[in-house]
């Protein structure tokens, strides 16, 4: 089946701007994958951060945006904040009904 | 508001199965959207575990769908997940979540697997 790829680690400044990406083993990353991007802090359950590539929630901080990049599907954040430290997950879906999450990204505020 | 709520034992033998609920509020389980399990290992990352429509339509991973079942019971709004064959292997948190995560996430469930 379908690997999902992410960065295992990224750091970025207070402030700064940092991009995440999510790569799929059987090529290019479409709309048609609906990636969908995850927010976990430690103890807690994920939270959805973007769905369908780019769209928001009520709930998504303005400084977090989606899009695709390169091939994959990627997480802008602009303007990093202290609270922004968490593992950061992506999800696509491939045709037959399945969906595949990525390892996940573990982004440190430093 | 939707809200979505794991319930089950949390403590499974080895060999033995795994059966969870996921109770929904704020929204008819018979509604258009799927109902999602993703479970996370303790220390790693989610796994997609599969989903059911409430026409009965089910979608699994791959790598667990001879020893899993999704089930889902209109009369209560609520849906399950039955997973045979345990191993320690098995031992995570269990969420539940609408639509393989697009918005509602339960607050998940630590299942063990042990003697």
């Known amino acids: 089946q379908a690997v999902v790829t992410q960065e295992p680690s990224l750091t970025v400044s207070p402030g700064g701007t940092v991009t995440l990406t999510c790569g799929s083993s059987t090529g290019a990353v479409t709309g048609g994958h609906y990636p969908y991007w995850f927010q976990q802090k430690p103890g807690q359950a994920p939270r959805t951060l973007i769905y369908d590539t780019s769209n928001k929630h009520s709930w998504t901080p303005a400084r977090f945006s989606g899009s695709l990049l390169g091939g994959k599907a990627a997480l802008t954040l602009s303007g990093a904040q202290p609270e922004d430290e968490a593992e950061y997950y992506c999800l696509l879906s491939y045709s037959g009904g399945r969906a595949v999450l990525g390892g996940g990204t573990k982004l440190t505020v430093l | 508001q939707v809200q979505l709520q794991e319930s089950g034992p949390g403590l499974v033998k080895p060999s033995g199965t795994l059966s969870l609920t996921c109770a929904v509020s704020?929204?008819?389980?018979?509604?258009?959207?799927?109902w999602s399990w993703v479970r996370q290992p303790p220390g790693k990352g989610l796994e997609w575990i599969g989903e059911?429509?409430?026409?009965?339509?089910?979608n699994y991973n791959p790598s667990l769908k001879s020893r899993v079942t999704i089930s889902v019971d209109k009369s209560k709004n609520q849906f399950s997940l039955r997973l045979t064959s345990v191993t320690a292997a098995d031992t995570a948190v269990y969420y539940c979540?609408?639509?393989?995560?697009?918005?509602?996430w339960g607050q998940g469930t630590l299942v063990t697997v042990s003697s």
């Open positions: 059911i429509h409430h026409s009965g339509s089910t």
């Open positions: 704020g929204d008819s389980i018979s509604s258009s959207n799927w």
């Open positions: 979540a609408r639509d393989r995560g697009r918005d509602y």
